[in-house]
């Protein structure tokens, strides 16, 4: 076991699949001698090779198809593009192409790409480099969306999208590449659709995912000194997600909370509190919170843009009111 960052988690999980498997090659801008804008590939070319890493136009449309193509030939794919802001460029290819032409076919072709993407705000970036888009991939059938929130986590289920035939959409907030957890060296694959209960309580279920995970935590850090006993749930995978567990904690503590970064309206906080309606509505002792960033364009100016963003005293907050 040793304490590594999730920047440095992601770069084992490309290093040790690039070896095990000659088939995964990797793609993007600046990802070979610039070694990545947030060094997630770091070391890649120099053990690699260009025919294996290999720095890409300034296309993210290109990138995709690219991807669609190559893993159609065989191959498996992880391309990264630079920010999640940027996929917006790519949408005809990631959701008309590469999450369509597996069902399209009849199964006949494997699509196993990887597409890494940044994001989340926070960073000061301004309303086009803030996004959090996971709700418009969760929407699309044939795509698999991972947001994994701790440096293990994002090791081994990178891991697990490299491996899996099906395209995924693998999320990573640029706030937590500096964020240090404890990972086992001999670490397998995780499981996709699979969430884990990160704090065990009997008052309330916290859901969360990504960065938002970390707040959630820290509120029920918070709640646990007002003898608030707050159970903590980390989806980890957005789609397929993981009802079971969620319903269970409910069906436990009959209340629910959704934290999430994307804006409130139809995004995953709602998705999963209609669920909670739907599987386990005569165990709730009262209506679900949706914790979510505010429903504007992502403010500048740092002041705002904080404001915007979901903190631990909005899920204490939240909890408060449930409970009052």
């Known amino acids: 076991m040793s304490e590594i960052s999730y920047r440095d988690a992601l770069n084992q999980a490309l290093h040790e699949e690039m070896a095990r498997d000659e088939s995964v090659i990797v793609f993007g801008e600046d990802v070979a001698l610039y070694e990545g804008s947030f060094k997630v590939t770091k070391g890649l ?31 498996r794919p992880v391309p990264e593009l630079m920010t999640v802001n940027f996929a917006l460029v790519a949408l005809d290819q990631i959701l008309n192409h590469l999450a369509l032409m597996r069902y399209m076919f009849g199964g006949q072709v494997k699509l196993p790409v990887t597409i890494r993407m940044p994001g989340g ?61 404890e990972v086992p060296e001999d670490l397998e694959p995780g499981v996709l659709g699979e969430a884990k209960v990160l704090r065990e309580g009997a008052d309330v279920t916290i859901v969360a995912y990504g960065a938002m995970t970390y707040a ?50 139809c995004g995953i906080g709602a998705e999963i509190a209609v669920n909670i309606y739907e599987n386990v509505f005569d165990a709730l002792d ?39």
């Open 286 to 324: 009262g209506p679900v919170a949706r914790v979510s960033r505010a429903d504007v364009p992502m403010p500048y100016a740092k002041n705002l843009e904080q404001s915007c963003i979901p903190r631990a005293e909005d899920v204490v907050r939240a909890v408060r009111q449930m409970l009052a």
């Open 45 to 75: 070319l120099k053990k690699f090779g260009e025919k294996r890493v290999i720095d890409t136009p300034i296309s993210e449309a290109a990138i995709v198809g690219m991807a669609t193509g190559a893993a159609m030939g065989g191959l």
């Open 216 to 265: 959630a935590i820290e509120a029920a850090e918070i709640l646990a000194k007002e003898n608030i006993r707050a159970e903590v749930v980390d989806l980890r995978t957005l789609r397929p997600w993981d009802e079971a567990t969620v319903m269970t904690s409910v069906a436990k503590t009959h209340r629910a909370v959704v934290v999430e970064e994307s804006p409130p309206m």
């Open 121 to 181: 705000g926070g960073h000061q970036l301004g309303s086009q480099h803030s996004h959090s888009l996971e709700a418009l991939f969760v929407q699309m059938p044939g795509l698999v969306v991972v947001y994994p929130a701790t440096p293990a986590d994002a090791k081994a289920l990178l891991k697990a999208s490299i491996r899996d035939d099906n395209p995924v959409i693998f999320l990573e907030h640029e706030g937590l590449y500096n964020t240090v957890g």
